[in-house]
C-alpha cells in the first residue's frame, strides 16, 4: 500500500511559478512509477507528467512541454512538479499518482491539491 499527500497549490496569476509536492508513505517508494494528473471542472481527469522508478526518465504531456518538470527524490519519498509560466488553462485539481513498474494502470491516488491561475 502507498498513501499520497500533495501541497503547495495555490492562488497564482498568469505566468506565474508553483511547485506541487506529494510524499508517500509506505514501503518501497522507489519501486513505483509516479505521476501527476489533473482535472479542470467539467472535465475529465487528463495525465500531465510521470517520473520513472529512478527517476531518470521522465515525460510530459504536450501542453505542458517547456513549461513544467517533474523530478523526485527518493531519499524523501517525495515528488515534485515544478510549474512554470503557467496559464488560466492549467487552473485544475492536481492529483499524484503511483503504480507498480509492471503495471500500466495507476493504482494509488492521493486526495488532489488545487491549483487556480487567475489571468
Known amino acids: 500500500q502507498v498513501q499520497l499527500v500533495e501541497s503547495g497549490g495555490g492562488l497564482v496569476q498568469t505566468g506565474g511559478s508553483l511547485r506541487l509536492s506529494c510524499a508517500a508513505s509506505g514501503r518501497s517508494f522507489s519501486n513505483y512509477v509516479m505521476g501527476w494528473f489533473r482535472q479542470a471542472p467539467g472535465k475529465e481527469r487528463e495525465f500531465v507528467a510521470q517520473?520513472?522508478?529512478?527517476?531518470?526518465?521522465?515525460y510530459n504531456t504536450d501542453s505542458v512541454k517547456g513549461r513544467f518538470t517533474i523530478s523526485r527524490d527518493n531519499a524523501k519519498n517525495t515528488v515534485y512538479l515544478q510549474m512554470n509560466s503557467l496559464k488560466p488553462e492549467d487552473t485544475a485539481l492536481y492529483y499524484c499518482a503511483a503504480r507498480r513498474v509492471a503495471v500500466t494502470k495507476y493504482e494509488y491516488w492521493g486526495q488532489g491539491t488545487q491549483v487556480t491561475v487567475s489571468s
Open positions: 517520473v520513472s522508478w529512478a527517476g531518470g526518465s521522465t
